[in-house]
C-alpha cells in the first residue's frame, strides 16, 4: 500500500508534526500546497492545521484523493484533545467539510498543539482577540475548561507538542 502524509500548517506546529511522522514511518511528506496528483497513493494521512473551525489544506487533499483511497485525518489544535467535548466538536466540522462517502472510509485523530501570539498575522490575532473578549464575559458558571485555559494562556507562547502521541497514528497506519 503506497502512503503520503500531507499536511496544512499556518505558523509550524502542524508541519512539525507530519515531519516527525515522516521520519518515524519512512512515509514521504509534502505541504497540501503542492499536491498535483494523488493517484498513485492508497492510503493519505492529512494533518490539519485547526483554523476557525477547519482544517487546513483537507479541502486540497479531499479533491485531489483518489476514489477508494483510505483517508486518515490528523488535526492539531489547542484544544485539550482528551476532553471529548472538545473532540466532539472537531468532527462535527469535519463532517460539514467531508463528503460522506469519504467519511465512511476516514479515520480521525485529534492531537494538541500550541500557539505563540507574537506570530499571529493581522486577522488571526485579530480572531483570537474577539474570542478573548468573549470569553471573559462568559459566566463564571459556563466558562468550560477549555475557555478557562484559552482565558490563562493568552497572548503567551504555549506549546502542547506531544511526538509520542504519535503512537496512535502509527498503529491507524
Sequence with gaps: MKKIIIYGSQYGTTKRYAEKLSELTG??????????????????????????????????TIKALPQNAQLII?????????????????????????????????????????????????????MMSLVYKKAKNTPEEEKTAEVRDMIETYNQKVDFTDFDSLQQVIEVI
Design 74 to 126: 490528523v488535526t492539531v489544535g489547542l484544544s485539550d484533545v482528551t476532553n471529548t467535548n472538545n473532540t466532539d466538536h472537531i468532527k462535527k466540522s469535519i463532517h460539514q467539510q467531508v463528503p460522506q462517502p469519504i467519511l465512511d472510509r476516514t479515520k480521525i485523530l485529534h492531537l494538541r498543539g500550541g500557539i505563540d501570539y507574537s506570530k499571529l498575522n493581522f486577522m488571526h490575532k485579530t
Design 27 to 60: 512515509i514521504s511528506v509534502m505541504s497540501y500546497e503542492k499536491i498535483k496528483d494523488l493517484s498513485a497513493y492508497d492510503e493519505i494521512i492529512h494533518f490539519g492545521g485547526l483554523y476557525a473551525g477547519g482544517v487546513k489544506g483537507l479541502k486540497n
